[in-house]
């Protein structure tokens, strides 16, 4: 028997393309795989991975491969971990990242933590990344072989107690690869749009919407060289370095965000140079193994260049982020990864 037989591994199936696929790899190897959808969104939602049709999606996917499919509702704990905190961060004044909070007490503790309870060994989901063992025998989270698809920046917080209990079976792949994997083994998510945005944020109203039924949306002012240009409809749907949508059009210099105060509702424009900072303060950072020192590169959007500089460590789970060129202000309540090459170091929130 291969070391794959003796494996009971729980496979989160979103009803996507990748972790069809990442089941069906996972089959092949040997592995004893059971498939778990998670329902988490209980409202309203055209843009996520948890309507209806994502489960049965999923569900035929297992049907075809001969695999248990079972269904868990954590609606509560979404709500708790990652619904509300994003709406108390916008309040706030802070934007927030919910994919992240989702991965960090969702997709992985929760979902961990009901493996061990039903006696499975491993997890795995359809993630473009890869968990990487070094040579002293420690895990590090890699970005995917798809530069245009990896998601390592979304799973930044997996310390070494997950990274060993994981397997990320696409993400040695390209997507293109994925979707050929998928044709090949007859699944309908072949062809299967990959979900672009917010699960629980309905294209019809979008943020707006989400955020004005449930909090008071501040109405803001314009301001360049400290006279009112303009006026915005909420302050709380404005981000640093934001250009579009500030109502300029397209026949004057280009105008950035370059400061947001949400007490007084002010918006503060100026040109690209000015959104620029020499730094960024980070905390509430969890590291996979040791916590980085000097230089280390760092990613803070999803799919952004990640930048040279220098973490200076402040405090517990704290740190500084000094860069070797200023580079655009990071709006507070983003996540901040650290990265040495290709390889996941650790992450926190700018402040």
């Known amino acids: 028997m291969s070391a794959a037989e003796k494996q009971k591994v729980l496979v989160a199936m979103s009803g996507g393309v990748d972790s069809s696929v990442a089941a069906g ?18 409202g309203e939602s055209d843009s996520g991975c948890c309507s209806v049709s994502d489960v049965d999606d999923a569900r035929r996917v297992a049907y075809r491969l001969g695999i248990d499919h079972h269904v868990f509702n954590f609606g509560d704990d979404f709500n708790e971990h990652v619904v509300d905190p994003f709406v108390d961060s916008y309040a706030e004044g802070r934007v927030p990242n919910p994919c992240i909070e989702c991965n960090r007490h969702i997709k992985f503790a929760k979902l961990l933590r009901r493996a061990d309870a039903l006696g499975f060994d491993t997890i795995a989901t359809g993630h473009h990344a890869k968990v990487v063992t070094l040579d002293d025998g420690t895990f590090r989270l890699g970005r995917g072989a798809d530069e ?3 998601q390592s920046y979304v799973l930044h917080m997996l ?11 696409v993400g040695e792949m390209t997507k293109t690869r994925v979707r050929e994997l998928a044709v090949e083994m007859g699944f309908d998510t072949a062809a299967k749009p990959d979900s672009q945005d917010v699960c629980f944020i309905h294209s019809d109203g979008g ?12 109405p803001g002012t314009l301001v360049e060289n400290g006279e009112q240009v303009g006026t915005v409809t909420a302050v709380e749907l404005i981000t640093i370095g934001q250009r579009k949508g500030l109502g300029f059009g397209g026949n004057t210099e280009r105008r950035y965000v370059t400061d947001i105060d949400h007490q007084t509702g002010v918006v503060t424009v100026g040109n ?6 020499p730094e960024v303060e980070v905390a509430g950072i969890t590291w996979s193994d040791q916590p980085a020192v000097g230089p280390v590169l ?26 070797d060129e200023p580079q655009i202000m990071v709006s507070k309540g983003q996540s901040v990864v650290f990265y040495d090459g290709d390889l996941v170091l650790g992450g926190g929130i700018a402040q």
């Open 148 to 150: 245009a698809k990896d």
């Open 25 to 42: 790899l996972l089959v092949e190897q040997g592995y004893d795989v059971t498939a778990v959808t998670l329902k988490l969104w209980g």
């Open 272 to 277: 690209r140079a000015e959104t620029d900072r």
């Open 298 to 323: 760092a990613q803070w959007s999803a799919h952004g260049a990640r930048r040279n500089g220098q973490f200076v460590p402040t405090g517990e789970g704290k740190g500084r982020m000094v860069w």
């Open 159 to 169: 310390t070494q107690a997950e990274l060993g209990r994981l397997l990320l079976p």
């Open 207 to 218: 943020r707006a919407k989400f955020l004005g039924d449930r909090i008071s949306l501040t």
